[in-house]
């Protein structure tokens, strides 16, 4: 009995390698990767105490540059197709605010500006997403800052510093990189 299945296996094997192998051309193939880079572009918190000077005058307007190093990666920068960037906000003030983002190259010129937010008052929740394609815009590439303006607009209620108020901002940026 033995004897008999030790040929019978071997056919079977011999039928398996031959029937599974085929001719591969590696010139012929067409691999794309397409991965997806998720990380931090800028996080901050303000109080009531940012917005007034020294004197309790109101300050129109809170500035921030923020270094945007992840383009400095050449193979980051040569594979970028496109950047969404995730934004959420909690306006703890009773006011409004307008919230402006620019990305500046070595000598602070734009290289994209982003869509201005209107913050509502008391907004603990305000959520939006941004997309940059870099075949529109190019010169996005060659980003290495970060500005945000926070602009409180005149209004009827002065900002009182004895009442602790928070406003903060959250980034999130997906790139997506084709090779």
Same mark, same amino acid.
């Given at each position: 009995?033995?004897?008999?299945?030790?040929?019978?296996q071997?056919?079977?094997?011999?039928?398996?390698?031959?029937?599974?192998?085929?001719?591969?051309?590696?010139?012929? +193939?067409?691999?794309?990767?397409?991965?997806?880079?998720? +990380? &931090?572009?800028?996080?901050? *918190?303000?109080n009531?105490?940012?917005?007034?000077?020294?004197?309790?005058?109101?300050?129109?307007v809170?500035?921030?540059?923020?270094?945007?190093r992840?383009?400095?990666?050449t193979?980051?920068?040569?594979?970028? !197709?496109?950047?969404? /960037? =995730?934004?959420?906000? *909690?306006?703890?003030?009773?006011?409004?605010?307008? !919230?402006?983002?620019?990305?500046?190259? =070595? =000598?602070?010129?734009? #290289?994209? @500006? !982003?869509?201005?937010?209107? /913050? =509502?008052?008391?907004d603990?929740?305000?959520? %939006?997403?941004?997309?940059? $394609?870099?075949? #529109? +815009?190019?010169?996005?590439?060659?980003? @290495?800052?970060?500005?945000?303006?926070?602009?409180?607009? &005149? %209004?009827? +209620?002065?900002?009182?510093?004895?009442?602790?108020?928070?406003?903060k901002?959250?980034?999130?940026?997906?790139?997506? $990189?084709?090779?």
């Amino acid at each position: 009995m033995k004897f008999k299945l030790v040929p019978l296996q071997i056919l079977f094997c011999v039928a398996l390698f031959i029937s599974c192998s085929d001719n591969l051309n590696f010139d012929n +193939t067409n691999l794309v990767l397409e991965p997806v880079v998720n +990380t &931090p572009i800028v996080y901050f *918190e303000l109080n009531q105490n940012n917005f007034l000077d020294e004197f309790n005058q109101e300050i129109s307007v809170v500035s921030d540059i923020t270094v945007f190093r992840i383009l400095e990666t050449t193979i980051l920068k040569e594979n970028l !197709v496109e950047l969404k /960037i =995730d934004f959420e906000v *909690e306006n703890g003030f009773n006011r409004m605010f307008l !919230v402006n983002m620019f990305f500046l190259d =070595d =000598d602070n010129n734009i #290289t994209y @500006t !982003v869509d201005e937010f209107i /913050i =509502d008052a008391g907004d603990l929740n305000y959520s %939006a997403t941004r997309t940059i $394609l870099i075949e #529109t +815009t190019p010169e996005f590439l060659n980003s @290495t800052r970060f500005r945000t303006d926070i602009i409180l607009p &005149p %209004a009827s +209620t002065n900002l009182n510093p004895a009442i602790e108020k928070v406003f903060k901002f959250r980034s999130l940026g997906t790139f997506y $990189l084709r090779f």
